[in-house]
């Protein structure tokens, strides 16, 4: 479900809502709603409210006429209607206590009056859009305050709600990394010919079939489990280098100068103190998670990032300055790792940080393409066995240019290498 509602009148503000739906959808991944994305043969009232009890925030469309656009009468007030839907859609959203964001078009005002359920619309934050046709100038002063009104409300309304967990998430320990399970699915693995960026090692393009379920940690290991683990394993801390203290300076940042010999240490120890089958992801269970879709016919089973065709620092912790995706500016330089779910959204898995942060460690020994490659989800070879110790890196990092973020780029790197942007994810069997 979309964390994002737009509500808006078709015959007052039908081609601004869409724009404003594409551009959060662009800028932020797959996160808003709209009502022309209901699937043929599905019931509209049944996925319109599943849709706006789900969301996170609800922006409501008004330009000059949204009081009795489409109205039989110019002079009605559609809003006195308690059957109406765009009401309904309101006051809903204040019944659940979301942020509700009035996007005020070319002019527009709120009524002197609302109806006692919606009124306090007149209080919210509200959004002034002067000239609407700025909408569709990507990188405007209106599309970026509009996109940071959006994501400033979504993490407001995180941080208040009630942390229950997340669909599926496990805690085995204390000190042990949040799972969440993923369930079977296909996709295609690795990137096509045509994307930008693209390098020889991530194909050919071939399908992969996942039929088992796995646990997968829900963030990149944090510095406060790995100080755990140093703390009870002496030996190890006397191994260990510390990173900087810039990097180290909050808990929940992610461990880094990490080794894949240290994360598969790592993995061993946390199965022997828990009783559970930890590990590290196979390079195909990390492109799964990373795409997360479950079908290989899925419009975006094959786009550079899991939100579509381009990323930037409002979603992902990497360098942008300068730098563009997808044809659009990626923002400014990150100057350290991110605190762990810092960077809003989750993608469809409930997974954070899977482009930029930390690039992490697989299973995999590394190979220069995907001839001969498995299709079943298992590794591809174990790095520390192999003769000349390469290891692969995945999801970017904090240092890391837009290129470096996409789901199938490979990062070859021998299995000793620390480095300050390096971490990892772990991966646990269901039984």
């Known amino acids: 479900m979309a964390m994002v509602f737009i509500s808006y009148r078709e015959e007052d503000a039908k ?34 409210n599943e849709n706006l009890m789900d969301a996170k925030l609800l922006l409501v469309i008004i330009s000059k006429n949204w009081i009795n656009a489409g109205a039989n009468n110019p002079d009605e007030n559609r809003l006195l209607n308690e059957d109406d839907w765009v009401r309904k859609e309101i006051s809903t959203a204040f019944k659940r206590n979301i942020p509700v964001v ?31 046709d700025k909408l569709s100038e990507y990188g405007s002063d209106e599309v970026q305050e509009m996109n940071r009104i959006v994501i400033d409300c979504i993490k407001a309304n995180q941080e208040n709600t009630p942390n229950d967990g997340l669909k599926g998430e496990i805690h085995d320990t204390a000190y042990s990394p949040v799972m969440t399970l993923l369930n079977p699915g296909k996709f295609m693995m690795g990137s096509n010919k045509n994307e930008v960026d693209r390098d020889e090692n991530e194909g050919p393009q071939h399908l992969v079939s996942i039929d088992y379920r796995f646990y997968i940690g829900i963030y990149p290991v944090k510095y406060r489990e790995w100080q755990y683990y140093l703390e009870k394993c002496p030996n190890v801390a006397s191994t260990y ?17 990490v080794t894949w010999n240290d994360a598969n240490n790592y993995v061993k120890w946390l199965s022997q103190k828990t009783g559970k089958k930890y590990r590290l992801l196979a390079e195909s269970e990390w492109e799964y998670a990373a795409r997360a879709v479950r079908s290989a016919k899925s419009e975006f089973c094959s786009l550079p990032y899991y939100n579509g065709k381009s990323i930037n620092r409002t979603n992902a912790c990497f360098n942008g300055k ?5 044809g659009i500016p990626s923002g400014d330089k990150a100057e350290t790792t991110a605190v762990v779910g810092e960077h809003l959204p989750a993608n469809g898995f409930d997974l954070f940080d899977m482009h930029g942060n930390v690039w992490e460690w697989v299973q995999d020994a590394y190979h220069n393409n995907y001839k001969e490659a498995p299709d079943d989800g298992g590794s591809w070879g174990n790095a520390g066995e192999q003769k000349n110790k390469y290891g692969i890196l995945r999801g970017g990092s904090w240092r890391s240019r837009p290129g470096f973020l996409r789901s199938a780029c490979r990062h070859k790197k021998l299995t000793s290498v620390r480095g300050d942007n390096i971490g990892f994810r772990v991966a646990r069997d269901v039984k």
Do not use: C
Not at 322 to 326: A, E, K, L, R, V
């Open 322 to 326: 300068g730098f563009s995706s997808g």
């Open 241 to 257: 280098t510390e990173p900087a203290e810039y990097l180290r300076n909050d808990p929940d940042k992610p461990v880094v100068n």
């Open 102 to 132: 009035p996007v005020l078009l070319n002019g527009a005002e709120l009524p002197d009056q609302l109806p006692e359920d919606i009124e306090q619309l007149r209080e919210s934050q509200r959004l002034v859009i002067h000239d609407s």
């Open 15 to 48: 081609d601004a809502s869409k724009i404003i739906f594409n551009n959060i959808n662009l800028y932020n991944g797959n996160i808003a709603f709209r009502d022309h994305k209901i699937p043929p043969g599905s019931s509209y009232i049944n996925v319109l």
